[in-house]
């Protein structure tokens, strides 16, 4: 509980009502032992919150005593905050204003919440605090220090907690800036922002006037380490893992991301999956710059669920419970003539668990295929990670059965909306299909297809009008895995989909999670007497279907 002492203008004092002016707090500086600074209190309109005024008047901060007074009309004059002390009727509130007119009781301590605050120049400045009560006092206050101390050492207990709450909400407030300065690759505004004494809601405020919101974001989760020219090499990692001698850069990466993610073998490494690289030295394992830069990139090349446009939550660690509105509250028309009220309408919450899946393979590899050392062994390297993955990411985005630990994928998920067809769709079971969308609120303006590459013929031969050259998906060569668009909306093929099923929605309300780096450990006994061995990857990834609703499959 953060105090501070106010006083009594006890000559002033009005004995028939008992009301006694008082100043309540002013920017006088006190030390604050936790902060390891002075305190000031701003005084304006906009730092006091007066929300709870008037404020009860008790004895020595005892809430479980019923109030002897109030503290009313108060307000900020004059850099102070000044109200009015009206004691109550009780025998005991007229036993204590006998003290108060005689000058013998004087001193008040104010109790305060504070809401915001930054350190400036060695000063903690409170830019907006909460007064909640007043108390009459009867030990003095340690005028030196600053600080009203009784004999209850409760309240000093409170006080140093409350102190350090202010110290670590500051460093909250670093470090969150610092971090979403580092998200959207804005680490001079964010920096800026900190050295300003900028609060974390205005830097989110200034934050989104600078961002291009035409696609969805991805939460990165592996910060930069060292000297970003440096290379990152995804055959090194590999070598690092059978000789320690040659571990460089590569386990620099990987320990950093054992910061967020366990690894299930201590001699394993963790590749990130987004790191940018740069050309090499001459006479090391080069990597050319016009090698694709990401592992990612690679089962993106393959993937169509990292091009669908679902939100993507990297870095994660454990489950992940996302709140979810089932329903949303009430509004009532009113009439003005006092005849009708309100209702009140509770929304109800529910929640959807994101969950990692663990992807699995094992990748042989000759010795002689290791020693070598130029751009294409590294590309190819990368290409075949990422082609091991991107098939089974699709396949459990896609067609995820939820058990055995697997994910709950589109087309087993509950929730989702239905349209069928006899043996082959038309254009009127396309148009229910979004029908359906608009019935369930969802903006029909952010859709996109996924049909089996056998289905494409079934699509581009039926017509949405009969003799005319209006087939339903116009078939063309788009980038991201897209074959066409149908109906308007982008459409992507793959045989993870069903045979003769279709799948429409807007996948912004779906999450792909993503819980650290690929986690590659060496087998060296694969095929000992061939010399060969292997490498054991290990991928987690996980989807949630936050509104099934925006979504609908077609089916025979």
């Known amino acids: 509980m953060n105090t501070r002492i106010l006083t009594i203008d006890f000559e002033n004092a009005d004995s028939e009502t008992r009301i006694a002016p008082a100043v309540l707090s002013t920017e006088t500086p006190v030390f604050r032992k936790q902060l390891g600074a002075n305190e000031i209190l701003r005084h304006d309109q906009d730092s006091v919150d007066l929300s709870r005024s008037p404020l009860p008047l008790i004895e020595s901060h005892d809430a479980s005593k019923t109030p002897i007074g109030i503290v009313e009309n108060i307000e900020v004059m004059n850099g102070k905050l000044r109200g009015m002390v009206r004691m109550g009727e009780s025998e005991r509130a007229k036993e204590l204003w006998d003290d108060i007119k005689s000058g013998i009781l004087r001193s008040l301590s104010i109790g305060y919440e504070i809401l915001s605050g930054d350190y400036v120049k ?6 907006r605090f909460r007064p909640y009560e007043a108390s009459l006092v009867s030990v003095p206050a340690d005028i030196n220090a600053g600080l009203f101390r009784s004999n209850q050492i409760l309240e000093n207990t409170m ?3 409350n102190n350090n709450n202010a110290i670590k909400a500051e460093r909250n407030r670093v470090s969150e800036i610092r971090a979403l300065g580092l998200r959207h690759d804005k680490e001079t505004l964010a920096d800026d922002a900190i050295t300003a004494g900028q609060s974390l809601e205005g830097f989110r405020s200034q934050l989104l006037d600078t961002l291009n919101t035409d696609k969805p974001l991805a939460t990165p989760f592996v910060k930069q380490v060292g000297d970003a020219n440096r290379t ?11 000789d320690v001698t040659k571990r460089g850069y590569e386990f620099e990466i990987s320990q950093d991301l054992e910061r967020g993610q366990s690894k299930t073998s201590a001699d394993s490494v963790l590749v990130p999956m987004e790191r940018t690289m740069t050309a090499g030295t001459a006479g090391a394992s080069t990597i050319q710059s016009t090698v694709d830069p990401m592992i990612r990139d690679f089962i993106q090349a393959k993937s169509i669920a990292y091009n669908l446009g679902m939100q993507e939550m990297n870095g994660l660690e454990g489950d992940v419970t996302i709140p979810v509105a089932s329903s949303a509250s009430g509004t009532t028309v009113m009439v003005t003539d006092g005849t009708t009220q309100s209702a009140e309408t509770t929304p109800t919450l529910a929640n959807k668990t994101l969950s990692p899946t663990y992807l699995a393979d094992v990748i042989p590899v000759s010795y002689k295929f290791l020693q070598q050392s130029t751009p294409d062994i590294e590309q190819y390297l990368r290409r075949l990670i990422g082609q091991t993955f991107a098939s089974k990411v ?4 896609i067609a995820g059965s939820g058990s055995s630990g697997q994910i709950d994928g589109y087309l087993s998920a509950s929730g989702i909306g239905a349209v069928t067809y006899t043996s082959a769709p038309t254009f009127a079971n396309l148009v229910s299909a979004l029908e359906t969308l608009g019935a369930a609120n969802v903006e029909i303006n952010n859709l996109s297809w996924v049909i089996n590459p056998a289905n494409i013929s079934d699509l581009v031969t039926a017509v949405k009008y009969t003799s005319t050259a209006s087939p339903l998906m116009d078939l063309q060569s788009e980038v991201d895995n897209q ?3 149908t109906l308007g909306y982008r459409t992507f093929s793959t045989t993870n989909m069903t045979s003769g099923s279709y799948l429409v929605g807007d996948f912004s309300t779906s999450i792909l999670g993503g819980w650290g780096g690929l986690e590659i450990s060496r087998n060296p006994f694969y095929d000992d007497r061939r010399f ?3 490498f054991n990857a290990l991928l987690p990834v996980g989807m949630a279907i936050v509104q099934p609703t925006a979504f609908v499959k077609l089916t025979t």
């Open 483 to 485: 074959v066409g668009r």
């Open 232 to 242: 990152y090499s995804v055959k090194d990692a590999i070598i690092g893992l059978e």
């Open 159 to 161: 006080e140093e907690e």
């Open 532 to 534: 060969s061995q292997s």
């Open 122 to 127: 060695g000063d903690y400045i409170v830019n």
């Open 394 to 397: 699709d396949q459990q985005v």
